[in-house]
């Protein structure tokens, strides 16, 4: 299956999405916060609570955060779930450290580490994670069907995969605003906050490409999990799948 959020990247055709998408995030980490919140409007933090309420669910000792970022789902996991270990990996050196800071400020040092490397060769042993989550961030990965492929592994048998990604909406009298918001707006006010001239063009690019809905259920079906499913949220803006590792 052709994914097209592959073939979209930050700054150029010339070199591979994964050195972009880490060049990228390192540039706008001192305003990804700020930027999550003006463009969701906060509703961001409802979308990251439902996630937390699905994993909580069962009740997992180790959580594998990828695409973590500057560790918000980390967070919000390490607070809903005091008694879990849970490891964030990022590309990017930028985000990591601001997230690191945010968990020490947070005081959850002990439950929540925060590392760099590349989602799509996890430094973890198979079988490793009792969840693994993912918040917006597979449509940046240069091959999903491999970044599926590898959390499938890192995953217990029976583990739970929870993928959190932004979505075009489908209702015909939303969509149209939902397209002057984010092709209009949105890379209007990213360049003047994060100063990137691309990040935030490349933002509704990349959500139009990346596969949705039934399609996504497929890529992820077709790496080996079973039980796959997905719920739209907030006029179908945001989507959440989840699915497991067979037994």
Known sequence: MEVKAEHIKPYDEQRAKTEQVREMFDSIAPAYDWMNRAMTFGVDKLWRR?????????????????????????????????????TGIDLSEGMVEIGRRKVAEA???????????DCLAMPFEEGSADAITVAYGVRNF????????????VLRPGGLLCVVELSTPVNPLVKPFYQLYTKGIIPVVGRMVSKDSRAYS??????????????MLRLISDAGFT???FRRLTFGVCTIYTARRPS
């Open 227 to 229: 039980d796959a499913s």
């Open 50 to 86: 439902r996630a937390v309420n699905i994993v909580s669910k069962d009740k997992p000792s180790r959580i594998i955060d990828i695409a973590t970022g500057t560790g918000d789902l980390a967070i919000a996991m390490a607070r809903k779930m005091a008694a879990a270990e849970i």
């Open 107 to 117: 005081g959850l040092s002990e439950s929540v580490s925060l590392t760099t490397g």
């Open 142 to 153: 240069e091959h999903l069907d491999r970044g599926y492929s590898e959390m499938l592994r």
């Open 202 to 215: 490349y933002l509704p690019e990349s959500i139009a490409a990346v596969p949705q809905g039934d399609d």
